[in-house]
């Protein structure tokens, strides 16, 4: 089972793909972790909407994915995903996955100042996407964007 609302989100530290080091201890502010796969077709689905609230939030929080794949794979996804978040490698261990209770990819976990998770999604979840995009933006004092506009997207999709 995930972690969840409320719950204290563990320490970790892990290395983007040029070695640069994040934690949740070395930056300040909210953090949204999008644990995934590069394979996964639900992940590939995702992503880009990610990227979306990051082009519109991304200055009010930190947006870290954390890839379950090598490296050079991550690299190669976050270009041809146009991904301009930093991309965190959890492999091979998949230590912070496992620490983070993560079951299916996409899971995304919206985590507090104090380290406290406040909103939790796993697969692809359009209800929950926009409920997010809600919380962003009044995080960001400002007025929701569309995150979907132009684009039919499921309701659902498991990952």
Not at 7 to 12: I, L, N
Not at 34 to 41: A, G, N
Not at 68 to 94: G, I, M, R, S, W
Not at 101 to 130: C, G, M, N
Request: glycine content about 6%; aromatic content about 14%; hydrophobic content about 40%.
């Amino acid at each position: 089972m995930p972690l969840r609302v409320g719950d204290t989100a563990p320490k970790f530290e892990l290395t983007d793909a040029e070695g640069r080091s994040y934690g949740l201890e070395r930056f300040a502010g909210r953090k949204l972790l999008v644990f995934y796969k590069t394979t996964c077709p639900t992940c590939k689905l995702t992503l880009p909407f990610v990227e979306k609230l990051h082009s519109f939030y991304g200055q009010s929080l930190h947006i870290w994915g954390v890839v379950q794949d090598p490296a050079q794979e991550v690299v190669k996804f976050a270009k041809n995903y146009a991904l301009t978040f930093p991309q965190l490698v959890d492999y091979p261990d998949y230590r912070v996955s496992e620490e983070y209770k993560v079951e299916r990819v996409p899971t995304l976990y919206l985590i507090d100042e104090d380290r406290r998770v406040s909103f939790v999604s796993q697969s692809f979840v359009k209800a929950d996407l926009e409920r997010l995009n809600g919380l962003l933006a009044f995080f960001a004092g400002v007025a929701p964007k569309d995150l979907f506009v132009g684009q039919a997207v499921p309701e659902l999709k498991p990952g």
